[in-house]
């Protein structure tokens, strides 16, 4: 249960048993987003770490490859842009223009542009290869933008080349945001320039007033000296092109080639429970390389005390899995790539389990919870969705920031009942990237529970993004699990809990747009992102958990001190387990 992707299985309960029982597995999917070389991941080719340090030494030790933005990006190819702006009605052009020639034309591409921490905090860069890095569009297609840090399939060997397609893309490539199979009323075609929204003074205090008044087309000129500078110029000293001419195109293409062929494998031809488990795992990195993941909550079989996976489908795909798992679903998909073969998997799929979903998919932002439930297990009639219950809840307990705060598709809430007439009330969240809004919308859920569910058994599944220590920047583990205690609560990892325990170990390359956030080699284990975010939280009063496991390479154990995403292993989370049990 979790949004940007989380995987929670709820198993049938064992029989002939006086306790009974729910397996939970809980997984942030969401892995490398659109960018294969964002995170540092473990190759197995030598030329993965050779390319990186290539482009890590180009960034240290630029020297005369330091050459000025209008030597890459030149005069001609702004006014093309400006020209394209003006076509498209954007404002603040004139501003833009200025900025252009006295600001930006004057720089550096390393020094003064990459390596900028200004604007990596601005997001000028990365909020709008956020937003058209790669788009979901309806139909279950994707639209990806010419660039280097993507799965684009176009030439970039030239700079005209590139330019021209990144043109087209921007002010003539029109897309039908995909927003859900519940999304009501029709979904307007928008030309793709039409995504990008402000960067917002209060929500980014490095931006200037000045700036937000025209961060759309300033966005759009970061955007394209970003690219630019990623792709070449003519000089023939941009990045990849100096670094590894020859390699770089195989090395993404490899990271791809993971999703559609894990026979390589080592552990591919093992136990076909657990091959079945792996090839979940492959199909979800699949999604995270092509494109942005779902949240997933998966449903799971126990067979044994052991709690293997040998019941994972192994047809956690693309967006398809969105749409409504039938016959008619398919021959919708079919012009879609691999949509044919995913779209039978989730036919497949909806056989053994059925899905709750937020109301509301944001298919720009592309990060969503979702809970799995065992068709053998629960009973998908009379299942209520109270995620909004939940929200007003939250407004009344004098959250209203962390409520203005929340995405359509953060929260998933719903009420169901087993088989043998046991109530649950199942919640899937993920919280912001500092962990603040975890607090509140947890207490928003339990007090829902508390006041309108009290029979029902309370099991949250979540990214809260709590990290090894607490403060006024980041929500600290310690300080959630006493939350947790204060509300009679507590959660897979029981009281003992071990804030230096991480269920992520992930730091950014120097091949994505916030340079600001990025790690050299040496630094990837050190300076990792490594944090105890991941949690299955319930009422301590109702549950009792045992068999609390964690797992980052698809063999069901941890490896400490190693970076993923692997080749072998998709996310950037680890998969949280735990068996949860009641008389």
Not at 255 to 263: E, F, G, H, T, Y
Not at 315 to 342: K, M, T, Y
Not at 521 to 547: C, G, H, T, Y
């Given at each position: 249960m979790f949004l940007d992707g989380v995987t929670h299985a709820l198993g049938p309960l064992r029989d002939g048993q006086e306790r009974k029982e729910v397996h939970v597995v809980s997984w942030n999917v969401a892995a490398v987003n659109n960018n294969p070389f964002e995170y540092w991941i473990t190759h197995h080719d030598p030329a993965y770490n050779e390319l990186m340090d290539g482009v890590q030494d180009f960034l240290d030790h630029p020297g005369e490859r330091d050459v000025g933005v209008h030597e890459v990006f030149t005069d001609k190819m702004f006014n093309q842009l400006l020209c394209d702006m003006i076509d498209a009605n954007i404002s603040g052009l004139k501003e833009v223009a200025r900025l252009w020639r006295d600001d930006f034309s004057q720089r550096k591409i390393v020094s003064g542009f990459l390596k900028d921490a200004e604007i990596g905090k601005k997001r000028l860069a990365s909020m709008p290869d956020r937003i058209t890095n790669t788009i979901n569009t309806v139909g279950g297609g994707t639209q990806r933008r010419p660039t280097v840090i993507n799965f684009y399939g176009g030439e970039l060997s030239t700079m005209s080349s590139w330019w021209s397609q990144w043109r087209a893309f921007i002010f003539q490539c029109e897309v039908q945001v995909f927003k859900g199979k519940n999304h009501k009323g029709p979904i307007r075609p928008q030309v793709v320039y039409e995504l990008f929204d402000p960067i917002l003074q209060s929500k980014y205090p490095a931006v200037t007033q000045e700036e937000e008044a025209i961060s759309i087309p300033l966005q759009i000129l970061c955007l394209a000296i970003f690219d630019a500078v990623l792709v070449r110029h003519?000089?023939?000293?941009?990045?990849?092109?100096?670094?590894?001419?020859?390699?770089?195109?195989?090395?993404?293409?490899?990271?791809?080639?993971?999703?559609?062929?894990?026979?390589?494998?080592?552990?591919?031809?093992?136990?076909?429970?657990?091959?079945?488990?792996?090839?979940?795992?492959?199909?979800?990195?699949?999604?995270?390389?092509?494109?942005?993941?779902?949240?997933?909550?998966?449903?799971?079989?126990?067979?044994?005390?052991?709690?293997?996976?040998?019941?994972?489908?192994?047809?956690?795909?693309?967006?398809?899995?969105?749409?409504?798992?039938?016959?008619?679903?398919?021959?919708?998909?079919?012009?879609?790539?691999?949509?044919?073969?995913?779209?039978?998997?989730?036919?497949?799929?909806?056989?053994?389990?059925?899905?709750?979903?937020?109301?509301?998919?944001?298919?720009?932002?592309?990060?969503?919870?979702?809970?799995?439930?065992?068709?053998?297990?629960?009973?998908?009639?009379?299942?209520?969705?109270?995620?909004?219950?939940?929200?007003?809840t939250l407004g009344q307990l004098g959250n209203g920031k962390t409520k203005r705060s929340y995405v359509h598709g953060d929260l998933i809430a719903c009420t169901l009942q087993d088989k043998e007439g046991v109530m649950f009330l199942l919640a899937s969240f993920h919280g912001d990237t500092n962990g603040f809004s975890t607090k509140p919308i947890i207490e928003a859920i339990h007090k829902?529970?508390?006041?309108?569910?009290?029979?029902?058994?309370?099991?949250?599944?979540?990214?809260?993004?709590?990290?090894?220590?607490?403060?006024?920047?980041?929500?600290?583990?310690?300080?959630?699990?006493?939350?947790?205690?204060?509300?009679?609560?507590?959660?897979?990892?029981?009281?003992?809990?071990?804030?230096?325990?991480?269920?992520?170990?992930?730091?950014?390359?120097?091949?994505?747009?916030?340079?600001?956030?990025?790690?050299?080699?040496?630094?990837?284990?050190?300076?990792?992102?490594?944090?105890?975010?991941?949690?299955?939280?319930?009422?301590?009063?109702?549950?009792?958990?045992?068999?609390?496991?964690?797992?980052?390479?698809?063999?069901?154990?941890?490896?400490?001190?190693?970076?993923?995403?692997?080749?072998?292993?998709?996310?950037?989370?680890?998969?949280?387990?735990?068996?949860?049990?009641w008389k």
């Open positions: 003519p000089l023939a000293v941009h990045m990849m092109l100096s670094v590894a001419p020859e390699t770089w195109q195989q090395i993404r293409e490899s990271i791809a080639q993971v999703a559609s062929d894990p026979s390589g494998w080592a552990f591919a031809s093992e136990s076909s429970e657990l091959t079945q488990y792996v090839m979940t795992r492959r199909c979800c990195w699949r999604k995270s390389a092509g494109r942005r993941t779902f949240s997933w909550t998966l449903t799971v079989t126990p067979t044994s005390s052991s709690c293997r996976w040998d019941d994972v489908p192994h047809f956690i795909v693309h967006d398809v899995a969105l749409s409504a798992p039938d016959a008619q679903s398919c021959s919708r998909q079919q012009e879609a790539p691999g949509a044919v073969n995913e779209c039978e998997l989730l036919t497949a799929l909806s056989k053994k389990y059925f899905k709750l979903s937020p109301g509301g998919i944001d298919g720009k932002r592309d990060q969503n919870s979702l809970v799995l439930c065992s068709r053998s297990t629960f009973v998908k009639e009379g299942v209520l969705d109270i995620t909004e219950e939940v929200l007003v829902t529970a508390e006041t309108s569910y009290p029979n029902h058994k309370l099991i949250i599944g979540l990214d809260a993004n709590t990290y090894k220590v607490h403060s006024d920047q980041h929500q600290g583990v310690d300080d959630f699990q006493d939350f947790l205690e204060s509300a009679h609560m507590t959660s897979c990892w029981g009281a003992g809990v071990d804030a230096s325990s991480p269920t992520t170990c992930n730091a950014r390359t120097h091949l994505q747009p916030q340079l600001n956030k990025a790690i050299g080699k040496k630094d990837r284990i050190a300076k990792a992102d490594k944090n105890m975010k991941d949690w299955i939280v319930f009422n301590q009063a109702q549950l009792e958990p045992s068999a609390t496991a964690k797992d980052n390479t698809g063999k069901r154990h941890f490896i400490d001190n190693m970076v993923f995403p692997t080749m072998q292993f998709p996310s950037d989370h680890a998969i949280v387990s735990t068996v949860l049990s």
